[in-house]
């Protein structure tokens, strides 16, 4: 976290490898997963971080605590467009799902989806700090994500606006 809050940029090998990992991760699960959860556990559901970067860091650092077996989240979709830190969002919650795939859930919101992509500028900022290939794989990794989860068999969690 502190590596992209000094705005530094993952070198493009390194994050080509992240992304297919987390291709790999998401293609076994299902489009609905079912997440058990200990009893007397709990689960943070946050949603639409929309490329706000330093306000998914202070989550983790400030209000909720960082990611683990014991402290789970499940992100519920818009984790890119509008915001300047699209790159840095998801490349931030797919390292968490790396080190932990228990401790990071993900589901697909409309933001994840290419036509969305080129007009609220996912595209042109993987573009300008990457290329076109890599915009292409982050769209190839976003067909993957599940679109909602069931926790404990009480409540599902889906992103409310669908992509087409």
């Not at 090998?13 to 790999?24: A, E, N």
């Not at 915009?135 to 992103?159: G, I, Q, R």
Request: proline share 4%; with cysteine.
């Amino acid at each position: 976290m502190d590596f992209q809050v000094s705005q530094k940029k993952l070198h493009k090998k390194y994050l080509w490898t992240l992304l297919l990992h987390i291709k790999d991760i998401l293609k076994a699960k299902k489009s609905l997963v079912d997440l058990p959860l200990p009893q007397d556990s709990s689960i943070t559901v946050c949603g639409d971080v929309h490329g706000q970067y330093y306000d998914l860091v202070n989550i983790f650092s400030n209000l909720n605590g960082l990611p683990s077996s014991t402290n789970p989240y499940l992100f519920n979709g818009d984790f890119v467009d509008r915001g300047s830190f699209s790159v840095e969002v998801i490349t931030l919650l797919f390292a968490w799902m790396a080190f932990d795939p228990n401790c990071m859930h993900l589901t697909r919101g409309n933001h994840e989806a290419k036509n969305m992509n080129k007009l609220y500028g996912f595209e042109g900022e993987v573009v300008h700090k990457y290329d076109s290939n890599t915009y292409d794989l982050f769209c190839e990794v976003f067909c993957h994500l599940p679109l909602s989860y069931v926790l404990d068999n009480k409540v599902m969690v889906t992103h409310g606006g669908l992509f087409k």
